[in-house]
């Protein structure tokens, strides 16, 4: 068994039936936590750990499933649901991201599950919800990406939309679900209610689009027929600030953004033109982004004849709002999370040196979780059962919905 101590959700245990990333990145943050998570996957592996096959795609999985107990199990068959129900007997939270209904065809169903585990918190991430007109469309980040509105403010006003490069829809709702799973949890704790919850991908996405919402608003009420693109490129993504953009510099790009009007002064004396401070093109808020072309001209003017890391540190020794764009390369050996803990190398079994990422949520007191590698498939099937079985569970005979 995984052991982790002194960590706030040490003594619950999860039966995480989820998949790709995130119903299992709720579950190791849960992990992280001390919980003891049992991840279940059918014969073969769940869909992230067959990737693995293509160069690069095991990586995932192996940063979203350290910590965790893997066993196999068919769920299409007869022991293989007597195997799930002896661990649901001892389990204080259930997790899964099938498609709506798919668990209830199982056999699986939260309603009779929650009946014969009355103490169960039965927790599920969809990608349009589960009673909704869109509960049978497919969800995949992209696909939520597409319809939640995120492609479309992403890119620039005169170019197709494009994706955001990141994973967000599926971190946001894993983010969320293991918000409501923690919140469920008090929940028991406090009145002894064991709730179903679920996570809807497009719900957990659509507060982020609130700067261009704004803008989107905005220009209803401004009564303007054919508004531009929500697409606004490296700009504000309300266009309520100016200069915010990512600009050229010798040998790579900075992203710069003067948040008020101190940053803008002092930002218009490094640039060695403290007259721009003053000039009333450029002296407000609101006179800067109605001249944002002209400000960002003026900006790239300056940041183009020199280094990325001399802007860099030139406008922080300033107070000035910035950051160099870095590659991932950069970013994986990126020394403050290395120095802080959230990034570790680690040296794993199957793909030998890697670096992933610790948690992110730090407790007082509390030392983070020694990350241990995932667990290759089905590793801990028979010691997990042998240790259930001995626990003598009694698994209720109950009836599920077909």
């Given amino acids: 068994m995984i052991h982790v101590s002194q960590q706030p959700m040490a003594g619950i245990t999860v039966i995480d039936l989820s998949q790709i990333y995130n119903g299992p990145y709720a579950t190791f943050l849960m992990a992280a936590a001390g919980a003891r998570v049992i991840k279940v996957e059918p014969p073969g592996g769940e869909p992230l750990r067959r990737r693995g096959v293509v160069g690069g795609a095991a990586l995932p999985f192996a940063m979203l499933n350290g910590l965790k107990e893997c066993v196999v199990l068919d ?62 469309y497919p ?30 829809c599926d971190f946001f709702a894993g983010i969320h679900l293991y918000g409501a799973i923690t919140t469920a949890l008090f929940q028991r704790e406090r009145m002894g209610i064991a709730r179903r919850l679920e996570v809807a991908m497009q719900d957990a996405v659509y507060p982020s689009l609130s700067s261009s919402l704004g803008m989107h608003w905005g220009q209803e009420i401004a009564g303007i027929e054919n508004p531009p ?30 948040v008020g009007e101190v940053h803008w002064r002092t930002f218009a004396r490094v640039m060695q033109q403290p007259e721009l401070a003053d000039d009333p093109r450029f002296a407000t808020l609101k006179a800067r982004v109605a001249a944002m072309d002209e400000v960002d001209a003026i900006v790239s003017a300056w940041t183009s004849i020199r280094t990325k890391e001399e802007v860099f540190q030139t406008l922080m020794a300033n107070k000035v709002p910035c950051a160099p764009v870095r590659t991932l390369t ?73």
């Fill in 75 to 136: 769920l299409k068959t007869e022991e293989g649901k007597a195997k799930l129900h002896l661990l649901l007997a001892e389990a204080d939270v259930l997790v899964e991201n099938y498609a709506p209904g798919t668990l209830a065809r199982l056999g699986f169903d939260a309603e009779s599950v929650q009946a014969a585990y009355p103490k169960l918190i039965y927790a599920s991430s969809t990608g349009f919800g589960s009673d909704g007109p869109y509960r049978s």
């Fill in 139 to 168: 969800a995949m980040d992209l696909t939520i990406q597409a319809m939640a509105g995120v492609m479309h403010t992403t890119g620039y006003p005169d170019r197709p939309p494009v994706k955001a490069g990141p994973a967000l």
């Fill in 229 to 258: 693109p929500a697409r606004t490129g490296n700009r504000h993504g309300g266009m309520a600030e100016s200069p915010y953009n990512v600009y050229p510099t010798s040998d790579g790009w900075i992203a710069i953004i003067c």
């Fill in 330 to 402: 950069e970013v994986m050996a990126d020394e403050n999370m290395h120095e802080r803990g959230a990034l570790v190398w680690q040296d794993h079994p199957e793909l030998g040196r890697i670096v992933v990422q610790q948690t992110p949520l730090r407790f007082s007191g509390v030392t983070p979780p020694v990350l241990t590698p995932s667990r290759p498939l089905g590793a801990d099937t028979e010691a997990v059962f042998e240790e259930f079985a001995n626990k003598g569970a009694s698994v209720p005979r109950i009836e599920t919905k077909a």
